[in-house]
């Protein structure tokens, strides 16, 4: 089946450590983006791509990296220099300008 | 900047009651899409509008989108427990192809 793949689902993290959480998808979707949201707000969008070896900066980029090497990988590195980290990461991709496919989400919780 | 806005933030409703859910941009979108976020879970794609004043209808859900193309409402009739979760409107960024400016959600809490 078509779709995305997000892991680890869970992940806890202790304070100045990286961690990468993964991003797959077998869709065929050019565009990928990690988004954050946390509890009780919207999404916020941290990187989107819209093409190999090319990715932009979205609203809140500030302590966090990402790479798009493959089509279908989208992996995004939350660094020590991103203040506040706990919060559930989302991957979604799309095909152009069309609708958004979510992955499961990745809850990242820095101990 | 652009910025989509929500409103009602939460809303409580009684089973079998009917409401709804208003998404306001400060630009002009070329589309409007919606998602559900059930409780725990994802946000799922439900629909995207992109005519002015265009109207459509999934069950018990009515998805309008403004004659200026602005805002966008979604009513729900005859509400279900299965209704539960935070509802978002997305539309595209002004200032870049492949961003979407995301409201913060309606949480829709229904008792039976």
């Known amino acids: 089946d078509g779709g995305i793949t997000q892991s680890p689902k869970y992940l806890f993290r202790k304070e100045g450590q990286n961690v990468t959480l993964s991003c797959e998808q077998n869709?065929?979707?050019?565009?990928m983006y990690w988004y954050r949201q946390d509890p009780g707000q919207g999404l916020r969008l941290i990187y989107y791509s819209q093409i190999v070896n090319d990715f932009q900066k979205g609203d809140i980029a500030e302590g966090y990296s990402v790479s798009r090497e493959k089509k279908e990988s989208f992996p995004l590195t939350v660094t020590s220099a991103q203040k506040n980290p706990t919060a559930f990461y989302l991957c979604v991709s799309s095909l152009g300008r069309w609708e958004l496919f979510f992955g499961e989400g990745s809850r990242l919780t820095v101990l | 900047g652009q910025q989509v806005m929500q409103i009602p933030q939460y809303q409580h409703v009684q089973e079998g009651e009917d409401f709804t859910t208003y998404c306001n941009s400060s630009?002009?979108?070329?589309?409007i899409q919606w998602y559900k976020q059930r409780p725990g879970g994802h946000p799922v794609f439900l629909i995207q509008?992109?005519?002015?004043?265009e109207v459509k209808k999934q069950k018990r859900l009515t998805f309008q989108f403004g004659e200026a193309k602005k805002n966008s409402s979604l009513h729900i009739t005859a509400t279900q427990t299965t209704d539960v979760g935070t509802y978002f409107c997305a539309g595209p960024s002004a200032d870049s192809w492949g961003k979407l400016q995301f409201g913060a959600g309606t949480q829709v809490v229904v008792t039976p």
């Open positions: 509008l992109v005519k002015s004043g």
């Open positions: 869709l065929n979707h050019d565009a």
């Open positions: 630009t002009t979108l070329s589309n």
